[in-house]
């Protein structure tokens, strides 16, 4: 089994981080999510 450097470890969660912080930037999105934990209750 091939070992990864561990630079690629960092830029895979570096890449992971910044699309989850772009997705809490669109307002739509938000409220997407607000109203589907909403309707578990």
């Given at each position: ?10 830029s ?8 989850t ?21």
């Amino acid at each position: 089994m091939k070992r990864w450097p561990w630079w690629f470890g960092v830029s895979v969660a570096t890449v992971a981080l910044l699309g989850t912080l772009r997705l809490y930037q669109q307002p739509d999105f938000l409220l997407t999510l607000a109203d589907q934990l909403w309707s578990c209750f």
